[in-house]
Structure formats: C-alpha cells, structure tokens
C-alpha cells in the first residue's frame, strides 16, 4: 500500500475479493466487550486475541449475514486504521480509504463517513 502515494485511496471492496457485505475495522486494545458490540455478535478467535493485547496490529474482520467471513490482522506500519475514535463499520460499498503520511506512519482515513 505505501507504494501508492500520499491521497491515494484504497478500496477494501476492489483489494479483498470473497463473500463480505461488511468490514468491522479493530483498533489496537479491542476488548471482547467492543468487538461484539462493533461486530453485532459474539466472536471468538485468536487473532481477536491478539488485538486484544497488542498495539502492534489493526484487525479487519470482513462479514456477511452475521458470520465472519475472513480476518486480517494487519501490522500498523503497514497501513494505520488507528486514529478512529472508536472500532469502524463500514459497508462493502463504502469501505474506502485514503492514503496519508504523518511523520513516518501511513494513515488510513475513511473517505465517507461509516455506515451504522
């Protein structure tokens, strides 16, 4: 992704092919308490886990009809979804992204606003 350049925009929708409607963005520290309550239902797996206790990682988990599909945990230094106020939700449509540099660190900031 760094290769893109500062404004450019990353489509989750174009980059992550499979069967998802929604992803639910994780910041870093994520109780289980606040991945129910971003994903709407009850999850439990490793790698929400490891969010759970690191500052290391994002943890996108893509869903469709109630279920997980698909989750990444995805290294900070390699794209931040960290400056969210809180966990992200965001439509397969809407689930858009730009590029921006702060120091040494790769943001990445919804284009629109999140759904629900």
Known sequence: ??????????????????????????????????????????????????????????LLVFVRDGRVRYAELLERSAGDFCCFERNGRYSRARATFAVEFESRWMRLRHVVAPAG
Do not use: C
């Not at 500062?6 to 994780?26: P, R, Y």
């Not at 910041?27 to 490793?46: C, H, I, M, Q």
């Open 1 to 58: 992704m760094r290769a893109n350049g500062a404004g450019a925009e990353i489509d989750l929708a174009q980059s992550v092919q499979g069967d998802w409607d929604t992803v639910v963005v994780l910041k870093p520290y994520s109780s289980t308490t606040e991945v129910d309550s971003a994903l709407g239902f009850t999850w439990r797996a490793n790698k929400q886990r490891i969010i759970g206790q690191s500052d290391s990682h994002n």
